[in-house]
């Protein structure tokens, strides 16, 4: 039997007509989640599906659904984002929507049996991005919370990468294995103020001074737990932040991202030890919160499995890797077996205009989703509606 196949020519077409939709002359994309641009890109998506003899419609959040007439109550979601950050680019989200609703209409235009048990979805202000936002993913969460979780057995997301490491590997694919924890602290030293003049070097307890030595180490220490963590101080302050004034206290936002739980608290570890050596140097103390923990998010083994089988199966360069950004998909794990794969991005370059992947590899990538689901709908058919067994997904417990 011949192995069916996206139409590579659909799938550009309909990412270039969703590109329009708060299209900018640089070739970005300004469509923030709730904006006139997103609203009239749901619309057009909705009209684009009816007009392929598929259902849609939009539940109360602004979630986008769509399926093929006949749908069963056992669905694999295939899905990501239509919403971008402000001169966003034109694939981060748009590309795993757009290649689902090429699966979905490739499935159901051959009347493959596949197309019974599919949903897509085009999930709401997944970015975050409006000032009003309060971190992102609130379309996938808002699912999670309905009693129309019970219709959805398990979820895939294709995305792009986003970073560079692909592209460095030479991977054409990647099956993402979860995503990385992150965790931000507060540090903060202790010292005196003090009249910046008159007061002797030896004789000052400098709170700026330890926490900006504590901050030049940063780096070096988090590299020195694993080579797969990275971290950012991205907020620095100093009280009374005068220029004649010694600072009498200092803080920073420490944000640590790692793929292992055990990393991530020994990152804390270090850094704080390295902290209260330099503070006590300084004659200075150091106080520590933990403002926030996201944990890691792995995947589910069986769904890993069968996509590493899809993606070798293409004969083409492919890997695997933790995802660093925030996905629905790490919203969706929590709740069903979740799978991922990404495609690269030129240069690593995301969340702007010059967000770029060659054609060819998103079609590639749209050909493995699809691949994907007829395996998926397959191994369902194998094991009986119970799953579990061989390369069937498993449910979480
Ligand atoms: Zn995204």
Known sequence: MNKLKISGKRLLDSLDRLSTFGGRPDRGVDRLAGSAADLQA??????????????????????????APGVGNSRLLLGS????????????????????MEVLTTLHE????????????????????RPESSGGMVGSTALCRSPRLTLIDSY????????????????????VEGIVGVDRHLIRVVGEPNHAGTTPFPLRKDAGRALVRTA???????????????????TLTLDPGAPNVVPGAAQ?????????????TRCADVVLERARTIAQEEGCTVEHRLLSHKPVVDFDDGMRALLEKVTLGTGRAAGCLYSYAGHDAGVMSAH???????????????????????????????????????????????????GGAGAAPSARV
């Open 156 to 175: 895939i997301e294709l995305h792009i990468e986003q970073g560079p490491r692909m592209e460095e590997a030479g991977h054409e694919l990647c099956v």
């Open 42 to 67: 749901r619309r057009w998506m909705a009209e684009h599906l009816h007009a392929q003899g598929l259902e849609s419609w939009t539940d109360e959040v602004g979630n986008v659904f769509g399926h």
């Open 252 to 264: 920073m936002v420490l944000e640590i991202r790692a793929p292992h739980e055990e990393s991530l």
């Open 110 to 129: 051959h009347g493959h049996p596949a197309a019974r048990c599919l949903e897509i979805v085009s999930f709401w202000d997944e970015e975050g991005a």
């Open 336 to 386: 069903v077996p979740t799978g991922m794969v990404f495609v690269p991005s030129a240069r690593g370059v995301s969340h702007s205009p010059r967000e770029y992947t060659p054609e060819h590899l998103l079609v590639q990538g749209a050909q493995v989703l699809l691949d994907a689901v007829i395996a998926h709908a397959e191994a369902r058919t194998v094991s009986g509606s119970s």
């Open 81 to 100: 984002h239509t919403d971008t950050v402000p001169a966003g680019g034109r694939l981060d989200g748009a590309y795993g929507v757009m290649a689902a």
């Open 216 to 234: 030049a180490v940063t780096q070096e220490l988090l590299r020195s737990v694993h080579d797969t963590v990275v971290g950012n101080i991205g």
